[in-house]
């Protein structure tokens, strides 16, 4: 190793790259909680916004069935802002995920490598092979398995969203137009 590779401020020292991926680390994982609770945060105040449209349909006395639609339309464009919302947050979060992954497995290529740099590593596509004199190096890729699953769970959870924007929306008619005849029936 040449003087300028033990620079302080030099990525080409081993040692600062496997600091500065740490610290990458650390500062994707405080973005990954903070995209989860902006999807929690989302979530929540959806559910909110929906059940008081829901409560104030169902005790309503002035609203005819004829007039379904105005809660109707209030909670299908709360559903299509939210459902974008969601659904991109959920994708910023799989793919920070999936960077993470790929920063842990560069952290045990740059420790089980000694004298590999970052740069060097990051040269290797994943999945790929560095031969350099005296040192052979294999990038290996994050589990595909975790890949895979986190992918069905983001998909069930926007699609639970769905199913639950579904059942809104019915209900915005349902409560207003089947508490209505019920009225009716008791007369």
Known sequence: MN??????????????SEMKLI???EKQEKRIQALEAKALQLTNLYFVFQGVILSTSA??????CHHWWIPFVLSLLAAILNLFAFYF???????????FD????DLEVLKSNPGVTMAEVVQVPP??????EGVQLF?????????????????????LSLGFSGVVLYGCHALLCQKRSNEYDHC
């Open 139 to 159: 990038r290996a890729k994050p589990d595909p398995c975790k890949k895979w699953w986190r992918w069905v769970l983001a998909s069930a959870s926007i699609g």
């Open 23 to 25: 610290q990458i680390n």
């Open 3 to 16: 003087n300028q590779d033990q620079l302080p401020g030099n990525n080409n020292n081993p040692d600062q």
């Open 102 to 105: 790929q920063n842990l497995v």
């Open 127 to 132: 999945g790929g092979q560095l031969n350099r």
């Open 89 to 99: 947050t959920i994708k910023k979060i799989v793919r920070c995920r999936e960077h």
């Open 59 to 64: 005790s309503a006395r002035s609203i005819k």
